[in-house]
């Protein structure tokens, strides 16, 4: 079992930055594939960005397109910790930040695909 603790949210003014963390327990953290997902009021759980486990020495990132060039997703495996950088943040990114774990190397865009997750933490972008 994966316990995933998220933090770091808060509130901020747009153009401002934030960087969330999650933190993770358990001694296999390294060979997950990491997410980074969020969920506005009445809205789906949307994806945001993911992290390969280490495949060589390399590390895959994904982003989705609405967060491409202002979010970074970056991970610290001795540290059992990944992180969601946020620059230039809109007020369309206010939503609850949700940290996922794949049994799997590559991470997913579909929420389903991952197995464990966090309790989220509230994001609020204001204009």
């Known amino acids: 079992q994966v316990q995933l603790v998220e933090s770091g949210g808060g509130l901020v003014q747009a153009g401002g930055s934030l960087r969330l963390s999650c933190a993770a327990s358990?001694?296999?953290?390294?060979?997950?594939?990491m997410g980074w997902f969020r969920q506005a009021p009445g809205a789906e759980r949307e994806f945001v960005a993911a992290?390969?486990?280490?495949?060589?020495?390399?590390?895959?990132?994904y982003y989705a397109d609405s967060v491409k060039g202002r979010f970074t997703i970056s991970r610290e495996n001795a540290k059992n910790t990944v992180y969601l950088q946020m620059n230039s943040l809109k007020p369309e990114d206010t939503a609850v930040y949700y940290c996922a774990a794949k049994i799997a190397t590559m991470p997913g865009r579909v929420y389903h695909e991952y197995d464990y997750w966090g309790q989220g933490t509230q994001v609020t972008v204001s204009s």
């Open positions: 992290i390969s486990a280490s495949v060589g020495s390399t590390y895959y990132a």
């Open positions: 358990g001694r296999t953290f390294s060979s997950y594939a």
